[in-house]
Nanobody, 121 residues
């Protein structure tokens, strides 16, 4: 049974923007956070950004700060990751997750199945 579901991935050109969505089919506790990670073959899952569900406080990996923006719609139980000025090296499978929050995979207990983002001309 799907509990977190990402969408919005696809093929874009360098410099384009893309917004990923993450729908939670479970109630997200106000004290929890939703995080976004990405992974490429042979590498560990990399933290990108997270948002505290109730307060909206956000935090980012320095490498994407200023280029990626995380947000959420509480009433719809949906989180977003807006990605601007995409680069070929942003190509990865992008995952959303919910949990106590932090910048490591260990801080999140529920994961989506991932959505592929490819940046290529």
């Amino acid at each position: 049974q799907v509990q977190l579901e990402e969408s919005g991935g696809g093929l874009v050109q360098p410099g384009d923007s893309l917004t990923l969505s993450c729908k939670s089919y479970l109630h997200v506790s106000g004290s929890d956070a939703m995080g976004w990670f990405r992974q490429t073959p042979g590498k560990e899952r990399e933290f990108l950004a997270a948002v505290r569900w109730a307060s909206g406080v956000t935090w980012y990996e320095q490498a994407v700060k200023g280029r990626f923006t995380i947000s959420r719609e509480i009433a719809k139980n949906i989180g977003y990751l807006q990605m601007n000025r995409l680069k070929p090296e942003d190509k990865a499978v992008y995952y959303c997750a919910t949990g106590s929050g932090g910048a490591t995979v260990w801080s999140y207990g529920l994961w989506g199945q991932g959505t592929q983002v490819t940046v290529s001309s």
